[in-house]
């Protein structure tokens, strides 16, 4: 009997790509309003981002969607890119900066795990820009499966991580 293969723990997720209907306008929310680095553009159509000098964590391109709608949401596709911050302090931070920019959230949830905020990028692509709470502090349950729930996160906390 063939042993059940297990994906190595240092594996990783190493760059999402999206198609986008305008590149100049979602260079302007993931480099502009985020912080994403352009590190090249390929031609006219497609450019890739990067956060601390990667070769790209996103890459948005327009070779099947440009000018094209947004998807509709009851359809096959991704739910959202997730994007990790290194700490709370940080995710409270891009938060300011979503408030500031008046730019719409679509939601904030506490999960145990992590703490995250979801919003939508102009062609309608969900984001969950989130932190991770230190492994110490999850909760298991007594099958010793992770417990993970979707509760309202606690702005006020959140911010009081700008004042230290």
Known sequence: ME??????????????????????????????????????????????????????HIGLNTWYSKDAPSAPINSVGLFHTAILYPTRKDLAVIFQRLRSANYPLTGASDHGVSEALYLDDPDGNGVELYCDRPREQWNYHKDGSIEMFTKPLNIQSLLQELDG
């Open 3 to 56: 042993t059940k293969y297990i994906v190595p723990a240092q594996a990783r997720i190493g760059h999402v790509h999206l198609k986008v209907s305008n590149l100049k306008r979602s260079l302007e929310f993931y480099c502009d309003l985020l912080g994403f680095e352009l590190t090249t553009m390929y031609g006219n159509d497609a450019a890739f981002i990067s956060a601390g000098g990667y070769h790209h």
